[in-house]
């Protein structure tokens, strides 16, 4: 049906950068807001940020000014920009991405499969 996968994941050291992309695929008639989530163990799963079609962009308090969310809507795709990255920053990042799979009918949430980022301090 609709499928997100996610890339750019990875091992960095503290203050490193490390640039996640997700493409979207499937029976898209159009897509709303797309974003970023995470999942540290332990935690239950949090925004990283989000970004509707005209732009408009929410981050979680704690990655503000360090990450950067952009899309390209004609291809289906989110990028989150990550530096000055932290120990804390460690998660499995989720793409997310509310897709519209009919004309006229509503948003669907989809996810992706996740991609680790892991900062050593």
């Known amino acids: 049906q609709v499928q997100l996968v996610e890339s750019g994941g990875g091992l960095v050291q503290t203050g490193g950068s490390l640039r996640l992309s997700c493409v979207a695929s499937?029976?898209?008639?159009?897509?709303?807001?797309m974003g970023w989530y995470r999942q540290a163990p332990g935690n239950p799963r949090e925004l990283v940020a989000t970004?509707?079609?005209?732009?408009?962009?929410k981050y979680e308090d704690s990655v503000k000014g360090r990450f950067t969310i952009s899309r390209d809507n004609a291809n289906y795709t989110v990028t989150l920009q990550m530096n000055s990255l932290k120990p804390e920053d460690t998660a499995i990042y989720y793409c997310?991405?509310?897709?519209?799979?009919?004309?006229?009918?509503?948003?669907?949430?989809?996810w992706g499969k996740g991609t680790q980022v892991t900062v050593s301090s």
């Open positions: 970004l509707t079609t005209d732009g408009r962009a």
């Open positions: 997310n991405a509310e897709v519209v799979l009919r004309r006229g009918g509503r948003e669907y949430d989809f």
């Open positions: 499937g029976s898209i008639v159009s897509i709303g807001d």
